[in-house]
């Protein structure tokens, strides 16, 4: 009796998820063990603490106990059980790239780790492909959470945030250290996706004044597995490319508690990886390429120091402030063998000539940063406030390569130039983008805490200026352009707890993103296919409006959610051919003339359901689906961005969340794909699928964790529509299966704590 009194007594005081308010009812000792894991407590949504539940937006979280049980290999496994987010594949070479959430992604989707903005994703395009640089995550298991914040959310985090937000958090000290002066933990992986293997390992120490942590991680990998049975040399191919990846990764912290209000994190983390790849599976555009092969290598660094104080006197709860520099390298080579070609080494023109050429590409940025903001909370009348303001600042400078050797093994000769271009290339000029912004949030609570008005505002300068750079003036079709803009974007959100049980909510947000390097001064000429592309310096911010309500239910064994979206951008930046040469913009003596411009309009709506129940002790059923509609309103074209409706649930057995074992069934479905813009051509489109994966787990105590998983149980033969529309399937391409998703495959993982 005594121990339900208190369960009461701690709802009342902190809302918590639906297992831990099912275990608090029925006072078994489980919910004791659980409440202070599960009663989620996120950053993201309006940049301080705040319940999961008591936001008025859509986001979700994975802890670091979730990403063990379900053993990612990529960020598209890290979210596979959210149903509203997608991470297309390269299945060809490059693997995962950026992250799709409701029909929107790319650089259009803002990443960070522990508040810093991962590089750009870029990607060139071209039927050669080789010319991607991917964003990549952090390595895993430095994670001790992510949280998805949907939609535009550029009130708070400026531009990039017009289409949501993913938050990565690494572990610190006391994360390890588990209570104890020392502490440490090492694991092993294995996952027969790719045939990988991994290592990790970390340790962390310290006293109630200073900490520190660190930590290591190594993996061995092959090619993703798929379910194709053609293992030729040719356009048909359907087995995968052969790959050999290797990752490493390196994470330190250094947390000083100078007094008991004020605290220094000095973080320094570091991933790289390489792979080699045979590029079996010819293309169909590049008839004269008979075999080819291409190895990748990327680097990133990160410093970053962090600062929170937390004054007595009363005049701010909370200051925090960060001071940044991040740097990514990427580095790609492909080795073509061209044969009966042209005497200039063409890829499509037959001829009589055998020749190697060798291409590069690279990416690299540089970003340097800060940020403060303070937080505080006071009464006026009736109304209870908690104001937040702040400035962001990012001076980000980036720079692009491409390269090639050809030689003809046919006539001796070797040369830089191929297909009327000479090398090295700059497709933009070197140069800087600055970017500040100053924003404010003033969350507003009445009628006793039930109601919450939250306004806010963000203003944001953006600039950019390239370099007097040779290897773009060289050819480039106009010169280097100048950019600065600026842009206001508010917010308005509202909750209503109309029952101690459930709570309505409601935002009207705008967003925008600033057009960036590549967009306003992207330029090059191909003389002999007689095309070539153009700057533009009157590109416009992109911009969206998005009203987005909800509802949440919560009691002693469901929690549910859902929410209805209509999000509307304008100005949306695409790459177009011209209509030449009656426009100014054409570019002399060439058939064709791309630009990109502010021309299309784009609304998505649709809905969203999540749930949780927990019917029995030790028993729960989770389960997720969304519906999203996205249309092109200036062509009347679907969006081919958005993916059919998806859903996901669970079944989970588990005996308590520090020991012993615990077992899951797992389902992800999703249906048909049958809105497609064919305008240039037919895609393939997939069928519907659904997929069962099983996982078990067996916790020894604190001490070590044994983790096993089947993925798809049934071997079901299925594609992904992102993975398809990545590379731009057509539906009369030979060898489809090459897209396909492995079939069953089996993974392991032990994790031992000491």
């Given at each position: 009796?005594?121990?339900?009194?208190?369960?009461?007594?701690?709802?009342?005081?902190?809302?918590?998820?639906?297992?831990?308010?099912?275990?608090?009812?029925?006072?078994?000792?489980?919910?004791?063990?659980?409440?202070?894991?599960?009663?989620?407590?996120?950053?993201?949504?309006?940049?301080?603490?705040?319940?999961?539940?008591?936001?008025?937006?859509?986001?979700?979280?994975?802890?670091?106990?979730?990403?063990?049980?379900?053993?990612?290999?990529?960020?598209?496994?890290?979210?596979?059980?959210?149903?509203?987010?997608?991470?297309?594949?390269?299945?060809?070479?490059?693997?995962?790239?950026?992250?799709?959430?409701?029909?929107?992604?790319?650089?259009?989707?803002?990443?960070?780790?522990?508040?810093?903005?991962?590089?750009?994703?870029?990607?060139?395009?071209?039927?050669?492909?080789?010319?991607?640089?991917?964003?990549?995550?952090?390595?895993?298991?430095?994670?001790?959470?992510?949280?998805?914040?949907?939609?535009?959310?550029?009130?708070?985090?400026?531009?990039?945030?017009?289409?949501?937000?993913?938050?990565?958090?690494?572990?610190?000290?006391?994360?390890?250290?588990?209570?104890?002066?020392?502490?440490?933990?090492?694991?092993?992986?294995?996952?027969?996706?790719?045939?990988?293997?991994?290592?990790?390992?970390?340790?962390?120490?310290?006293?109630?004044?200073?900490?520190?942590?660190?930590?290591?991680?190594?993996?061995?990998?092959?090619?993703?597995?798929?379910?194709?049975?053609?293992?030729?040399?040719?356009?048909?191919?359907?087995?995968?490319?052969?790959?050999?990846?290797?990752?490493?990764?390196?994470?330190?912290?250094?947390?000083?508690?100078?007094?008991?209000?004020?605290?220094?994190?000095?973080?320094?983390?570091?991933?790289?990886?390489?792979?080699?790849?045979?590029?079996?599976?010819?293309?169909?555009?590049?008839?004269?390429?008979?075999?080819?092969?291409?190895?990748?290598?990327?680097?990133?660094?990160?410093?970053?120091?962090?600062?929170?104080?937390?004054?007595?006197?009363?005049?701010?709860?909370?200051?925090?402030?960060?001071?940044?520099?991040?740097?990514?390298?990427?580095?790609?080579?492909?080795?073509?063998?061209?044969?009966?070609?042209?005497?200039?080494?063409?890829?499509?023109?037959?001829?009589?000539?055998?020749?190697?050429?060798?291409?590069?590409?690279?990416?690299?940025?540089?970003?340097?940063?800060?940020?403060?903001?303070?937080?505080?909370?006071?009464?006026?009348?009736?109304?209870?406030?908690?104001?937040?303001?702040?400035?962001?600042?990012?001076?980000?400078?980036?720079?692009?390569?491409?390269?090639?050797?050809?030689?003809?093994?046919?006539?001796?000769?070797?040369?830089?130039?191929?297909?009327?271009?000479?090398?090295?290339?700059?497709?933009?000029?070197?140069?800087?983008?600055?970017?500040?912004?100053?924003?404010?949030?003033?969350?507003?609570?009445?009628?006793?805490?039930?109601?919450?008005?939250?306004?806010?505002?963000?203003?944001?300068?953006?600039?950019?200026?390239?370099?007097?750079?040779?290897?773009?003036?060289?050819?480039?079709?106009?010169?280097?352009?100048?950019?600065?803009?600026?842009?206001?974007?508010?917010?308005?959100?509202?909750?209503?707890?109309?029952?101690?049980?459930?709570?309505?909510?409601?935002?009207?947000?705008?967003?925008?993103?600033?057009?960036?390097?590549?967009?306003?001064?992207?330029?090059?000429?191909?003389?002999?296919?007689?095309?070539?592309?153009?700057?533009?310096?009157?590109?416009?911010?992109?911009?969206?409006?998005?009203?987005?309500?909800?509802?949440?239910?919560?009691?002693?064994?469901?929690?549910?959610?859902?929410?209805?979206?209509?999000?509307?951008?304008?100005?949306?930046?695409?790459?177009?051919?011209?209509?030449?040469?009656?426009?100014?913009?054409?570019?002399?003596?060439?058939?064709?003339?791309?630009?990109?411009?502010?021309?299309?309009?784009?609304?998505?709506?649709?809905?969203?359901?999540?749930?949780?129940?927990?019917?029995?002790p030790q028993w729960r059923v989770d389960g997720a689906v969304a519906y999203a509609h996205g249309n092109n309103e200036q062509t009347g074209q679907p969006l081919n961005s958005v993916s059919p409706l998806r859903a996901a649930a669970g079944l989970t057995w588990e005996q308590s969340v520090s020991q012993g074992p615990g077992a899951a069934v797992r389902w992800r479905a999703a249906k048909a794909v049958t809105r497609t813009d064919d305008t240039t051509f037919t895609y393939f489109k997939p069928g519907g699928y659904g997929v069962v994966d099983l996982q078990a787990w067996w916790r020894f105590g604190k001490m070590a964790t044994l983790t096993?998983?089947?993925?798809?149980?049934?071997?079901?033969?299925?594609?992904?529509?992102?993975?398809?529309?990545?590379?731009?399937?057509?539906?009369?391409?030979?060898?489809?299966?090459?897209?396909?998703?492995?079939?069953?495959?089996?993974?392991?993982?032990?994790?031992?704590?000491?």
């Amino acid at each position: 009796m005594k121990r339900c009194h208190m369960a009461r007594r701690l709802r009342a005081a902190v809302r918590v998820t639906p297992v831990a308010a099912v275990c608090a009812t029925l006072c078994t000792p489980l919910w004791a063990q659980e409440v202070q894991s599960l009663s989620e407590v996120v950053v993201t949504a309006t940049r301080t603490e705040e319940r999961a539940d008591a936001v008025a937006s859509t986001i979700t979280t994975r802890d670091a106990r979730q990403i063990e049980q379900s053993m990612p290999v990529d960020e598209t496994g890290l979210f596979a059980d959210e149903p509203d987010i997608d991470v297309p594949r390269d299945r060809r070479r490059f693997g995962a790239g950026s992250i799709n959430i409701r029909g929107i992604e790319d650089n259009r989707v803002l990443q960070m780790v522990d508040g810093v903005r991962l590089p750009d994703f870029f990607n060139g395009g071209g039927p050669s492909n080789i010319s991607t640089s991917t964003r990549d995550a952090p390595e895993f298991s430095f994670l001790k959470r992510v949280e998805v914040l949907r939609g535009p959310a550029s009130s708070l985090y400026g531009s990039d945030a017009i289409g949501g937000v993913v938050s990565y958090v690494t572990k610190d000290p006391k994360d390890l250290m588990r209570g104890k002066s020392v502490g440490g933990e090492a694991g092993l992986s294995w996952n027969g996706i790719d045939n990988g293997f991994g290592q990790t390992v970390g340790v962390a120490g310290g006293n109630d004044t200073i900490q520190g942590l660190f930590m290591y991680a190594h993996r061995n990998a092959h090619e993703m597995k798929n379910m194709g049975g053609n293992d030729s040399v040719s356009v048909s191919r359907s087995t995968p490319n052969p790959q050999d990846v290797e990752t490493n990764a390196y994470l330190g912290k250094i947390v000083l508690n100078a007094t008991s209000r004020q605290t220094f994190r000095l973080t320094y983390e570091h991933r790289d990886a390489s792979s080699s790849t045979d590029l079996l599976r010819l293309s169909t555009s590049l008839p004269r390429v008979t075999s080819a092969n291409g190895t990748e290598d990327l680097e990133r660094n990160r410093v970053s120091l962090d600062y929170e104080w937390r004054p007595e006197n009363g005049v701010l709860d909370r200051l925090t402030a960060a001071v940044y520099y991040q740097k990514s390298q990427t580095s790609t080579n492909t080795n073509q063998v061209r044969s009966r070609t042209s005497s200039g080494c063409s890829a499509t023109t037959a001829g009589t000539s055998l020749c190697n050429v060798a291409l590069g590409f690279g990416f690299d940025q540089q970003q340097t940063g800060f940020n403060f903001q303070a937080d505080k909370s006071f009464n006026t009348g009736g109304l209870e406030h908690r104001l937040i303001g702040g400035v962001d600042f990012i001076r980000t400078e980036s720079e692009e390569m491409r390269d090639a050797t050809v030689v003809n093994t046919t006539t001796g000769t070797i040369t830089k130039s191929l297909a009327g271009e000479n090398f090295p290339i700059h497709d933009f000029p070197k140069g800087e983008t600055r970017q500040v912004g100053v924003f404010v949030q003033d969350e507003i609570r009445f009628a006793g805490g039930r109601f919450t008005v939250t306004p806010g505002l963000r203003f944001d300068h953006y600039s950019l200026g390239p370099d007097n750079d040779p290897f773009y003036n060289s050819v480039a079709a106009k010169p280097a352009i100048s950019k600065s803009d600026s842009n206001l974007s508010p917010k308005l959100s509202a909750l209503w707890q109309a029952t101690d049980r459930i709570n309505l909510w409601a935002q009207y947000v705008f967003g925008y993103r600033a057009p960036n390097y590549q967009e306003i001064n992207g330029s090059f000429r191909n003389p002999v296919q007689g095309y070539g592309a153009a700057p533009n310096g009157e590109l416009n911010p992109e911009k969206s409006r998005s009203l987005e309500v909800g509802a949440r239910y919560t009691d002693e064994n469901v929690q549910t959610s859902v929410a209805v979206f209509d999000n509307r951008y304008h100005d949306f930046i695409e790459q177009v051919q011209l209509n030449c040469p009656s426009d100014p913009a054409c570019l002399p003596g060439l058939r064709a003339t791309y630009q990109y411009r502010n021309q299309t309009k784009v609304r998505i709506y649709g809905a969203e359901w999540r749930g949780v129940w927990r019917f029995l002790p030790q028993w729960r059923v989770d389960g997720a689906v969304a519906y999203a509609h996205g249309n092109n309103e200036q062509t009347g074209q679907p969006l081919n961005s958005v993916s059919p409706l998806r859903a996901a649930a669970g079944l989970t057995w588990e005996q308590s969340v520090s020991q012993g074992p615990g077992a899951a069934v797992r389902w992800r479905a999703a249906k048909a794909v049958t809105r497609t813009d064919d305008t240039t051509f037919t895609y393939f489109k997939p069928g519907g699928y659904g997929v069962v994966d099983l996982q078990a787990w067996w916790r020894f105590g604190k001490m070590a964790t044994l983790t096993l998983a089947v993925n798809n149980l049934f071997d079901k033969k299925y594609w992904l529509w992102g993975d398809v529309r990545q590379t731009g399937v057509a539906a009369s391409e030979p060898g489809v299966d090459f897209y396909t998703q492995p079939g069953r495959t089996f993974a392991a993982a032990v994790k031992l704590a000491f």
